[in-house]
């Protein structure tokens, strides 16, 4: 069964400095698809970046980008010159072409302090 | 265009008692699907829906079902209400089937709460 987990519960960051988030996934297909989203308090799930497993290109979006380690199953996220409106919940997702269902880890909430 | 839309935001019931929770997709996805989100933790997969037909379903016991009208628009109806049900419903849709790169567009959720 594919599973996600973030090690990470909670993460803090000044503003304008940097931070990365973990995920490591476990998969036994080849071929899929993974997920950042974002979940402020509004509860709303906003999606921030993904990544096709064929690419070995890793994605980026403005201030976030990925660093996508195929062989050792791990998906971590990059924020870069972070921003107050950046605190929140990170969900990494994992989605492949055998289920319609997409993996989410435990997730990791964000403090970015002034 | 419109984003996706959830009915009620919070919804209290009883242990036993039966729930229907609604969600309108963003105008032109015909794709839907909807997860269990219990506090302190990720989303859970409970189904999806394609024009009309459940394509994907996680592991949730059958008193979990659903429904997607021609307008696309779902319901999540659960039967025999359970403590542990208590949680964050979210809706999400989608534009086209099974892609499974997909950005899924979340609604707000629905909080229920079972006594």
């Known amino acids: 069964a594919q599973t996600v987990t973030q090690s990470q519960p909670e993460m803090s960051v000044q503003e304008a400095e940097t931070v990365t988030l973990s995920c490591t996934y476990d998969t036994s297909e080849s071929d899929y698809y993974l997920f950042w989203y974002k979940q402020p308090p509004s509860r709303q799930m906003i999606l921030v970046i993904r990544q096709e497993a064929y690419k070995q290109q890793n994605a980026t979006e403005n201030r976030f980008s990925v660093n996508f380690q195929k062989a050792a199953k791990s998906f971590s996220l990059k924020i870069s010159d972070s921003q107050l409106g950046d605190a929140a919940m990170y969900f990494c997702a994992y989605r492949n072409e055998v289920n319609n269902d997409m993996r989410f880890g435990a997730g990791t909430r964000l403090t970015v302090k002034p | 265009e419109t984003g996706v839309t959830q009915s009620p935001t919070h919804l209290i019931k009883t242990r036993g008692q039966q729930v229907t929770l609604r969600c309108s997709s963003q105008s032109g996805h015909n794709t839907v699907s909807w997860y269990q989100q219990a506090l302190g933790q990720g989303p859970q997969f409970i189904f999806q829906y394609y024009r009309e037909e459940e394509n994907g379903r996680g592991n949730f016991p059958p008193r979990f079902s659903g429904l997607q009208f021609p307008n696309y628009s779902s319901e999540l109806n659960v039967n025999a209400l359970e403590l542990d049900d208590s949680a964050l419903y979210l809706c999400?849709?989608?534009?086209?089937?099974?892609?499974?790169?997909?950005?899924?567009?979340f609604g707000s959720g629905t909080q229920l709460s079972v006594l």
């Open positions: 999400a849709s989608s534009p086209g089937g099974v892609a499974t790169n997909e950005k899924l567009f």
